[in-house]
């Protein structure tokens, strides 16, 4: 799935704006056709803290309007519940963005961790290089 609106940006500085009130969420929609119902969503969207979501779920609005109604039994139920979610500003999935994305953060350093005070490396340690040592039996 796509991630919109964070083009040019470093994950330093989604995080921040994540702290000042930015979140991700996407926009689910049905498409009906006579005996067919399909649930969908779409691309996921990065809502900065001073944006409405409007401008991102109309375009997801109007396709349920026309597209979802159609399909019997379920095509009235999913399309209800999709303007629910668009009408609400969307589904949330920051937590999981976030979390994909720090670990996934080129700038980070994880060559190294700290867990309970443990300092562990995902790279091995280059040892100093000693010289074999042969034990040679005495005849």
Same mark, same amino acid.
């Given at each position: +799935?796509?991630?919109?609106?964070i083009e040019g940006l470093r994950v330093a500085e989604i995080r921040q704006l994540v702290d000042q009130g930015g979140k991700f969420v996407?926009? /689910?929609y049905t498409i009906s056709l006579a005996v067919i119902t399909l649930?969908?969503?779409s691309s996921i969207y990065f809502?900065? /803290? !001073? =944006?409405s979501t409007f401008k991102y779920s109309y375009k997801h609005i109007a396709t349920n309007g %026309? +597209?979802?109604w159609w399909g019997i039994p379920w095509g009235p139920i999913? @399309?209800?519940?999709?303007l629910y979610h668009q009408l609400s500003g969307g589904k949330e %999935? @920051?937590? =999981? %963005?976030m979390g994909?994305?720090?670990?996934? !953060? /080129?700038e980070a350093n994880t060559s190294t961790y700290n867990i309970n005070g443990t300092v562990s490396y995902n790279m091995p340690q280059q040892q100093e290089e000693k010289p074999p040592v042969y034990n040679i039996p005495k005849d």
């Open positions: +799935m796509q991630i919109k609106n996407f926009f /689910p649930r969908r969503s809502i900065r /803290p !001073d =944006e %026309v +597209m979802g999913y @399309t209800i519940g999709s %999935v @920051t937590r =999981e %963005v994909h994305l720090i670990q996934h !953060d /080129p």
